[in-house]
Structure formats: C-alpha cells, structure tokens
DNA sequence: ACAAGCACTTGCAAAAGGCAAGAGCTCTAC
DNA sequence: GTAGAGCTCTTGCCTTTTGCAAGTGCTTGT
C-alpha cells in the first residue's frame, strides 16, 4: 500500500496512504486508550486482527513515526509500542470519527461517556488527553 | 468489505467499515470541494481510481447513505452524486486529516490557504461549509 | 444513421488479506 | 541446566480484493 509513489499530493491522499486501511487506526485507537501495548495486546482486541497482518501494520506505522518500540522494562521478550507525537497527533481525527459514529452509527455504552466529556469542552479534552500522552514520549 | 458481520461495536472500527478504505474517503473529498460529481469526474481525480473499484465504492457508500444519485439536469445519460446530511457530516474528519497532514506532510499551496480559513475559526468554518453544502440537499 | 460520450460490467492477472503452523527468542520452575 | 511456557514475529498456502483493459448498452449531438 504505502510502497511505491504516491498518488497526488492531496493531504487527504498522502494521509491514507499511511494509514488509510482497515486496521492502522485500530492500532493507535488501541494505543491511545491503552497508552502502550504489546503485540499480544493488539492481537486481543475484539476485531481480531491477523497476526502477519498486525506485524506489517506496525512496520508501516514505525517506519512513518507514528508508533515506536521499545523494550519491556520486566521481560526481554516482550516489546512495547507506543504512539509518537505524530501519532498522538491524530486524537482529533480519531474523536471526529468517534462523534460521527455517535450520531449516524449505534455505539456502546462506554464510548458515549467518553463523548459526553467531549462534547462538554472538546478543546480542553483534546489538550488533556493529549498531554496524558505526551507524558509518556520523556 | 462492509458485507458480512461487523467486526466489533466499537465506533471507529464500525466507521471504517463503511468509508475506510483507500478510495471512499476520496471520493468524499471530490465531493466536498465539487459539491456535486459524474461519474467520469471522480475518474478524473488525480489519484486515478480504476472504474470498477469506483463502481464499486459508489454502490456501498449510496448503500450506506453517504451519498445519493440524482440524475443529471441537461443529460439523461449523466448523474450526479451527491452528499448527504450524513456524508457532508464527515466534514470534520476531513478537516482534521488536512490539519494532520499539514503538520506532518508537505502539502500543496491551494490546501494551505483553505486551512488558513481553518485555522482563523474551525467552528465557524465547518458551520459555513456544511451550510453551502447542505442547501443543496433541497 | 453514425460517431462520440457516459456509466458502468466483465474477465483476467496481480496484490493484499486471512488462517494455521512454526521458528526463535526469553523467562520460570524444577 | 533443562523442560516448558509465553512472547514476537515469519512462513506457506489459500481466498478475497484490487487493478487494468476491453467491452456493453444507453444517450446525445451532427
């Protein structure tokens, strides 16, 4: 998907072309809630993405410095990703989606508390949560 | 894609099930900048859709009531897409994106000046483009 | 009546996605 | 110190989706 030239040199474009397909977003939803996970992690969500699938996606999403590695401070063998700044950076996107769902799609329970904070103050949301994450780049 | 059972109730994963893939937020965008398109106009976008994948994408996002059909004013053979409420409500998300993407990509001269607009006063923007876009809901 | 334009459709090859099994580490227990 | 279990991927194989080229059927302009 994102080898090769790019389309055009619209941002909405070049935007998808890093992280436009099924899965990418799932991954940060997952790190921005999560704050850091493990590829084990990733693999219990309840979309149940595959795992050869899940190990490209987070190859994409480092080599374009959304996500990072780093290693586990209890276990060698484990490896933890976190979100980049450019990474966090697409919390507003994630919310829209998020606020578009809640009113053209059925959502859960829990996603609609989280709305209500948003809908309260939706720039003050996004500068907290952002910082909370932002906390975590040292 | 978007056939068969949804992978999980979350309100992204459902989102992307519907317009996330590589194209559908492409044609959106067409849409957005055109408010009204043929057929052969969202072939002549710069990212060069194949006709039958835009066939396609076409069908599920009218499935889905993003878009509509209305047939062409002066042509019998054309027609026209169109967005509804729905559709233009992804406005925001498109936003977003070009805001992302300006941060972290390099983009062209005619995106930045609308994202001046953007930046002067989003709120203010978005009511005024769903406005325009939305008179033509009839 | 003919050619050109338009919105698709079809057929086929290439790429991507999905599943199951396994490889190569590391840590734990004995 | 060795066996087993947990972890992050990788590999192979098959299915689905995408991409390209050509074609179909309708409409319009000449």
Redesign the pocket.
Known sequence: ?Q?GKKRSDCPVSCSLEIWG???SLLIIRDLMTAKQC????F?RSPE??????L??R??VLEENQIIR?LEHPE?????LYRLTRKGIDLLPIIIEINLWAEKYLSIPKDSKAMLRQVRKNKTEFIRSATKEMEELLH
């Open positions: 998907m080898n397909d099924k899965w493990t590829y084990s992690d693999l149940g993405i595959a795992t050869n699938i190990a490209d987070l190859k590695k276990n060698k063998s484990k490896v």
